[in-house]
């Protein structure tokens, strides 16, 4: 059975006197700090000197070099990009923890696939919001919590769960709910609804655009129907909020007859055995090894390149004009250099397909 706590579970008692560093001061580490605050506990921050670390000074809190936080802490929050996390960790964490010290993690990445070795004298925790930093700072403000995964890879201390649920409370996600899972689903669940459902939802949105416009509808006005009006953000947030299919209530009769009766003939797509595919590869492993060479960070800078090529930009980038809307230069990458390329030729059959999807 699964393990669900809530604002009764967690002690802030369990963690009152002890010191917490931030380690990172971005998206979700302003916000945790934030929260954590205010909850009453003894934060720290620890960052390099960038504008991050202004923005923790303008918010009134001690910022340190990130060795020097480690140092003085009982609790630290490592919230680093994934990429660069390894690296830092190693040269400036590890060095100074102390014997069951406590190290805490917003992603399941690292340790869920064995990039990261933590000493065994430390605990090892999980609190993955379920929300991107600004909602986890809004959500706590507006006394509502929000869902996270929590879990824990070493109890040294012998008091893990009770210190997570404490950090938990603090975070201000029990309000809502927390649930335990290992590090590594963690990172499954969220690897695989950006490389399952994404792309699947990207493409059946992409098809339903060109179809409409092929058919001789004003970009603009399929733009708009698609995705631009914000209906569909709302329809999402009334998912989480009263049930996948209770939501359709709000909607006419109309159309819930039209999307019930046509629904049934998207039954059978093709979509199973490939979302399984790709599930497996990241439970394998398959796609962490894949990422982690080198040549891999190349093979994306042309992949995205390519992406941006994608007819929806350039339709996009019009509509958005047109309707008088402000216009972002996210679609701009640079080629890769003749150099990368060179590096690339191995690949190059798999980067001719990518040209493919793109045209």
Do not use: C
Not at 189 to 195: A, I, K, R, S
Not at 289 to 297: A, P
Not at 311 to 327: A, F, G, T
């Amino acid at each position: 059975m699964v393990k669900i706590f809530h604002e009764t579970n967690g002690d802030l008692l369990n963690i009152k006197n002890k010191t917490i560093s931030i380690i990172g001061y971005g998206n979700q580490g302003r916000a945790q700090a934030l929260n954590l605050r205010d909850s009453g506990l003894n934060i720290i921050v620890g960052n390099i000197e960038d504008k991050y670390k202004n923005f923790a000074l303008n918010d009134n809190f001690s910022v340190v070099t990130i060795e020097e936080a480690t140092k003085k802490s009982d609790i630290v929050f490592i919230l680093l990009p994934d990429e660069i996390m390894n690296e830092i960790f190693e040269k400036s964490i590890k060095p100074h923890l102390r014997v069951n010290s406590v190290i805490v993690f917003a992603s399941g990445y690292n340790i869920g696939f064995n990039l990261l070795k933590p000493p065994e004298n430390v605990d090892v925790l999980l609190i993955a919001p379920r929300m991107i930093g600004v909602g986890v700072r809004e959500n706590f403000l507006k006394n509502e919590g929000f869902f996270s995964f929590i879990a824990i890879e070493q109890d040294a201390s012998g008091r893990a769960k009770e210190i997570l649920l404490a950090l938990a409370k603090g975070i201000g996600t029990l309000k809502k709910g927390a649930i335990m899972l290992s590090f590594k689903q963690e990172a499954e669940l969220d690897l695989f609804n950006e490389q399952g459902f994404g792309p699947a939802f990207g493409r059946v949105l992409l098809s339903s655009i060109y179809t409409l416009i092929d058919a001789g509808y004003p970009p603009e006005a399929v733009l708009i129907e698609m995705y631009m009006s914000n209906e569909m953000s709302y329809t999402y947030k009334k998912m989480a909020d009263i049930g996948l299919i209770k939501q359709v209530d709000f909607h006419s009769q109309t159309s819930q007859y039209g999307a019930m009766s046509r629904g049934i003939r998207f039954r059978k797509l093709p979509l199973r055995d490939k979302m399984e595919q790709i599930l497996k590869e990241i439970q394998d492993g398959v796609f962490t090894k894949e990422w982690e060479k080198s040549l891999t960070k190349l093979k994306f800078k042309l992949i995205k390149y390519f992406a941006t090529k994608q007819k929806i930009n350039k339709l996009e980038k019009e509509v958005r004009k047109n309707l008088k809307l402000k216009l972002y230069n996210i679609y701009e990458e640079e080629p890769p250099s003749k150099e990368e390329i060179a590096k690339l030729k191995n690949i190059s059959d798999e980067i001719k397909l990518f040209e493919q999807y793109y045209e």
